[in-house]
């Protein structure tokens, strides 16, 4: 984006500065967004790395070791998208119309992740089976691929008219920034859901799941090199708030030490440690979306109709309901999440009643 049209964004959100409360809501729905990248990331993971196990049984064991939780990290996802309808309804008017078709195949893309860890092993046929392995596998590759390539675009900017309307074509979504930020995304899951296997796999299974993370280990730096190349030269302007706040360089440090730890632990053969610092990875890049997008919610082509925390947000009285009812909720939902993860620690069995 050229200086001209970032000099422009500054000056249009310094008009119009958000309130605490705004700002409070802009971190609310990135926490609840990031929580669901995390969580729901290594079990995409998982899902995307599926055909790479031989057997019947291996296959069991990679739905089992997600079946305890998958459901549940998804809650994130659709508590992100109620909080940005109650926060910012603009920004979800806009995303929802604008991404359609997008969001639909995404919507499919779950409905087969589902659909598939259920019905899998209702049938001893080797044909059913198949079928919906390569289906858990592509509703799990397609899901990753649409969420990154939805995130590359509202980083790089769609056209919005004076309305706010999305005003390009599924097929602009498409361009080549986009594509390579789905691509990193995809890699980065497949790195988590190896890392994940490995913990919870043992055997010969889980020494090939060694080998499958250090490789996702290596090609995702390969790809997020060329990523931040591809964001410094092509979207120069996410690098401005840096320089209003200089503190705000500690999470692009520290996001880079968890890209590098996290093969680093995996050879020296923490992997608990390893997982641990591919989670850190996931939610530092997050943060470095949301610094590089603030004020803006949804950037815009040309850059004066773009949607910003204040031009998008609901009334004072509907966010200061919202934030009440979410300070009692999340506490119980992160509670929840965490006594489930505790209960079903440790290594997958595979039993007659599992998937």
């Known amino acids: 984006m050229p200086l001209t049209q970032t000099a422009q964004a500054l000056a249009q959100s310094a008009a119009a500065d958000p309130t605490a409360l705004q700002l409070t809501w802009f971190l609310l729905v990135g926490l ?111 899901a990753a691929l649409l969420v990154g390539v939805a995130l590359g675009n509202i980083a790089r900017g769609i056209p919005l008219d004076a309305n706010h309307e999305y005003a390009g074509s599924f097929l602009t979504l498409l361009n080549p920034y986009a594509l390579l930020v789905g691509l990193v995304t995809v890699l980065l899951f497949a790195q988590q859901g190896a890392l994940y296997l490995v913990m919870k796999t043992e055997g010969a299974l889980q020494a090939r799941m060694r080998k499958v993370a250090t490789w996702a280990n290596a090609l995702f730096i390969l790809l997020y090199a060329a990523l931040t190349l591809g964001t410094l030269l092509v979207q120069g302007d996410m690098v401005q708030g840096y320089y209003v706040a200089p503190i705000l360089w500690l999470v692009p440090l520290a996001t880079l030490a968890a890209v590098l730890a996290t093969p680093w632990l995996h050879q020296k053969g923490k992997e608990g440690a390893a997982f641990l610092a591919s989670c850190l990875t996931v939610a530092g890049l997050m943060g470095l979306f949301g610094i590089g997008m603030f004020p803006n919610m949804v950037r815009s082509i040309p850059v004066e109709n773009s949607l910003t925390i204040a031009n998008a947000s609901s009334s004072p009285l509907s966010q200061t309901v919202m934030l009440i009812i979410a300070c009692i909720g999340m506490p119980l939902v992160l509670g929840y999440s965490a006594y489930i993860y505790w209960v079903f620690r440790g290594k997958v069995k595979v039993e007659k009643a599992s998937y």
Do not use: C
């Open 32 to 142: 609840l967004l990031t929580l669901y990248a995390v969580l729901d990331g290594f079990d995409l993971g998982v899902g995307i790395l599926h055909l790479f196990a031989r057997t019947d049984e291996e296959r069991r064991i990679f739905m089992n070791s997600i079946g305890p939780v998958w459901d549940g990290n998804e809650v994130y996802l659709l508590t992100g998208g109620g909080a940005l309808f109650a926060a910012f309804p603009d920004v979800y008017a806009t995303v929802f119309s604008g991404f359609y078709l997008a969001l639909i195949l995404v919507l499919v893309a779950f409905i087969l992740r589902a659909v598939s860890l259920e019905f899998r092993s209702k049938e001893a046929f080797a044909w059913w089976r198949q079928a919906w392995d390569v289906a858990f596998h592509a509703g799990s590759l397609l």
